[in-house]
């Protein structure tokens, strides 16, 4: 139970702590629009019939892809 305690303490400096794929793309789905998501990150999932579920499908087998929307996610948090 110790390390149920210290969640929040083991990463302290990551701003993406505590925040799943799934919550970082729904804001930045619902900031952007898709289209202009697609625009800023230019990926297939983003700019041919996008989903959510498509979308982390497809970010969840490519590190560079998530790279990119997890920047664009502190990015707009000022977190860059």
């Known amino acids: 139970m110790k390390?149920?305690?210290n969640l929040?303490?083991?990463?302290?400096?990551n701003p993406l702590h505590g925040k799943t794929l799934e919550m970082i793309l729904n804001h930045l789905v619902d900031f952007y629009g898709w289209e202009h998501?697609?625009?800023?990150?230019n990926i297939r999932c983003f700019n041919h019939d996008p989903s959510i579920k498509?979308?982390?499908?497809?970010?969840?087998r490519t590190?560079?892809?998530?790279?990119?929307v997890e920047e664009a996610y502190l990015q707009i948090h000022g977190l860059d």
Not at 8 to 13: V, Y
Not at 54 to 60: E, G, I, Y
């Open 3 to 5: 390390g149920n305690n």
């Open 37 to 41: 998501l697609g625009h800023k990150i």
């Open 8 to 13: 929040k303490n083991d990463q302290p400096n």
């Open 54 to 60: 498509s979308s982390l499908k497809f970010l969840r």
């Open 63 to 68: 590190p560079w892809a998530r790279k990119k």
